[in-house]
């Protein structure tokens, strides 16, 4: 069954920075573009990233750009998601997404979705 493993979630003061990874359990991910949305509560899930298997092609959500970084290592079949100047509004969980689909920003591009990790931004 094919997964999709986050971490690097946590707690950090507003202006701090984390670094979310993402692995895939196949090595057929990378040709995928593999990607992040989040959610907060009682909001709908939101697209933040996303960079394609071939070239590394990137796109970022309006509210992220310039503050956060994806990239990639296609031989550890890792996504990694850089987060710099953290604002309590960028508190959500954060859900590692892989689909065929070349740079997808809808819910629904994306097949294969991780379990979530959690970022809690203070202030």
């Known amino acids: 069954q094919v997964q999709l493993v986050e971490s690097g979630g946590g707690m950090v003061q507003a202006g701090g920075s984390l670094r979310l990874s993402c692995t895939a359990s196949e090595r057929t991910f990378s040709r995928y573009s593999m990607g992040w949305f989040r959610q907060a509560p009682g909001k709908e899930r939101e697209f933040v990233a996303v960079i394609s298997g071939s070239v590394g092609m990137t796109y970022y959500g309006d509210s992220v750009k310039g503050r956060f970084t994806i990239s990639r290592d296609s031989a550890k079949n890792t996504v990694y998601l850089r987060m710099n100047s953290l604002k309590p509004e960028d508190t959500a969980v954060y859900y590692c997404?892989?689909?065929?689909?070349?740079?997808?920003?809808?819910?629904?591009?994306?097949?294969?979705w991780g379990q979530g990790t959690q970022v809690t931004v203070s202030s």
């Open positions: 997404v892989a689909d065929p689909t070349y740079l997808g920003v809808r819910v629904s591009d994306y097949d294969y």
